[in-house]
C-alpha cells in the first residue's frame, strides 16, 4: 500500500503547522526528521487510509522520536487518539495534541476543536 501523494503530505504539514502534533517540535528544530503517521495503521487497510483525517505528523520514525513512542506505547497512543482501532472513523476520533487540546481532524484537511469533557 502506498502512502499519502504529494497533495496529502503538504496539506498535512501546513495543517500541523510544520510541527510534531505530540510534542510540539518544530521541523526546524534539530531532531530525528519527521514521519506523516497513519492514526488508523496500514495494516488496518481502509478507502480512507490515505485521507487527511488519519494522517498526522509526529517526529521521528516508527521507531524513534514521538512516532517511535505511539508504537512503543499503544494503549497511550489510543487512549489519546494517535492510533485509531481498525473499526473506528479517524474523523470522529478525537486526539490531543500539544498545541491545540483536544481537536477533531476533519476529510478536508483542517481540524476542529473537541470538548472532550461534555462528549
Known amino acids: 500500500m502506498n502512502g499519502p501523494d504529494n497533495d496529502t503530505r503538504r496539506l498535512i504539514l501546513h495543517r ?17 526528521g519527521y514521519s506523516i503517521h497513519h492514526r488508523r495503521l496500514r495494516s488496518h487497510g481502509g478507502p480512507d487510509l490515505n485521507q487527511p483525517s ?8 516508527g521507531t524513534t522520536g514521538c ?19 481498525a473499526w473506528a472513523d479517524p474523523a ?10 483536544w481537536i477533531l481532524l476533519n476529510p478536508d484537511g483542517t481540524w476542529t476543536p473537541y470538548r472532550k469533557d461534555i462528549q
Not at 470522529?92 to 487540546?101: E, I, M, W, Y
Open 16 to 32: 500541523d503547522a510544520y510541527r510534531c502534533l505530540v510534542c510540539g517540535r518544530d521541523l526546524e528544530a534539530s531532531w530525528s
Open 54 to 61: 488519519n494522517l498526522i505528523l509526529l517526529c521521528g520514525s
Open 67 to 85: 512516532h517511535g513512542e505511539v508504537h512503543a506505547n499503544p494503549d497511550h497512543a489510543y487512549h489519546h487518539g494517535w492510533l485509531v482501532h
Open 92 to 101: 470522529t476520533t478525537p486526539l490531543l495534541t500539544r498545541r491545540h487540546g
